[in-house]
């Protein structure tokens, strides 16, 4: 066992080990090589890890530390992060298959996560209330102790670093589990917080499957609060283990976003967000720009222009300097959206481009699926309404605002929404009429971790990212203090 981590072990309760589960492999969807062979976390792991966890944050070494001792740690590990920044992004593209400039910007994105808390948790204040007898109040936030981050597949060090970070700030021992599929990032962020000096415990990684390890996690008694990001389905499950144990729970779940075109949009910016927002990342993420609403004004020019634009638009290896869309995470995944799509036909769909595995005899070995976009279906179709999770988009048309906000709030989603127009009085009124979490004006898929992030409806529920995330991961104490020199009259 070494202190850093042997490529096949895990990280449970500050020690580098076998996991007690099953096998697991680790591949690359560009070639469907083996990178890494794994063994899974047991439940018996998950427990062990909640018990150290539990006595490393109660352990006055780490909860007595003041707030701008606890945030050089994370200061440090935005550093590590940084200066292993490259080798960080190679690891991420060969595990999941995105392309070199996204796992850049996501480690980027990781470190900047982790140097924001530091800030945010040197900075954060808790309430003296106005008091209302003769009596001092105060609020003060004190640490849940072991919390579970379950995090996807599709941005794993970042969607890692904005779990782990503001729950470390808040003094709490984190038990993360990541993707079954791509878990080498995270269990090489866990050595960054070791050498860090984070003290022993307050981090395991415990990958394997959700049903096992994430049921484990979410089931164990020690721990206090879960932040989810992944699948309705599986976080409606965790919505109700949560409730029976009266635990806070935060969940980033699926979407449907519609990217709204309006009549006065400059063509040439629409296209291109457009694409962006459904096509980055091979279409796998939840805000992804699924449903395209144009006017029926300008409904075949912008057809003809996404058309051309998506079949010009490179898929090979995340290696490749000139790849903008790369392989999807696994070959079953990639079965699972030809076959959604091969649905989408069967509703009545017209596959515009794409629709079909790459015949380039150079990608033959890798997970790949053309960029697609779709038409001739309606709003209310399985297609438009259930989350592909791949290079998919379907174009719809509208008549006026009122039908527009009809169809795109015709979901039972309500992530994300994108906007493309000069028009910002019509801008500013849709953007608040359109059930979403966030809304894009002119761009797309941009994000800051000090803006806070959140869903509508089975979006999710909680906010994730903000100042106030730290405090997201404490429970709320009052203190009265009294001032009165007399006693309390009821007693006299």
Known sequence: MTSSGAPDEIHVAGRWRAGRGRPLDCVDPASGEVIAKLTAA??????????????????????????????????????????????????QTRNTGKALTETRALVASAAATFRFYAAALETTETPLTPARGPYLT????????????????????????????????????????????????????????????????????????????????????????????????????????????????????????????????????????????????????????????????RYEEFVDRLVAGARRLRVGPGTDPGTQVGPLVTFEHRDRVAAMVDRARAEGATVLCGGDVPDDPALACGAYYSPTLLGGLGNDSRTCQEEIFGPVGVVLSYRDEEDLVAQANDTIFGLACGIWTRDYRQAWRLARRIDA??????????????????????????????????LRYTRQKSIYWGLDEDPLPWAR
């Open 42 to 91: 047991s439940p018996a792991d998950v427990d062990e890890a909640a018990g150290a966890g539990a006595a490393a944050a109660a352990d006055p070494g780490w909860r007595d530390l003041l707030p701008h001792q606890r945030a050089r740690y994370l200061t440090r590990i935005g550093e590590l992060i940084e200066a292993r920044a490259e080798e960080l992004a190679h690891l």
């Open 138 to 297: 105060m609020g003060v936030a004190e640490p849940i102790g072991v919390v579970g981050a379950i995090t996807p597949w599709n941005s794993p060090i970042a969607s890692d670093a904005q779990k782990i970070a503001p729950a470390l700030a808040a003094g709490n021992a984190v038990l993360l589990k990541p993707a079954e599929a791509t878990p080498l990032v995270s269990l090489a962020l866990a050595r960054l917080v070791v050498e860090a000096g984070v003290p022993p415990a307050l981090l395991s990684v415990l990958p394997g499957k959700g049903s096992v390890v994430g049921d484990a996690i979410v089931r164990h008694p020690l721990v206090g609060k879960v932040s989810f990001t992944g699948g309705t389905d599986t976080g409606r499950a965790i919505g109700r283990l949560a409730a029976d144990k009266f635990m806070p729970l935060t969940s980033e779940l699926g979407g449907k976003s519609p990217t709204i075109v309006l009549p006065d949009a400059d063509a040439e910016q629409a296209v291109a967000g457009i694409l962006y927002g459904i096509f980055s990342s091979s279409g796998q993420s939840c805000i992804a720009g699924s449903r395209i609403f144009v006017p029926e004004s």
């Open 437 to 470: 979490g966030t809304v894009w004006i002119n761009t797309y898929k941009q994000f800051s971790i000090s803006t806070p992030f959140s869903g509508m409806k089975a979006s999710g529920v909680g906010t994730d990212k903000g100042r106030e995330a730290i």
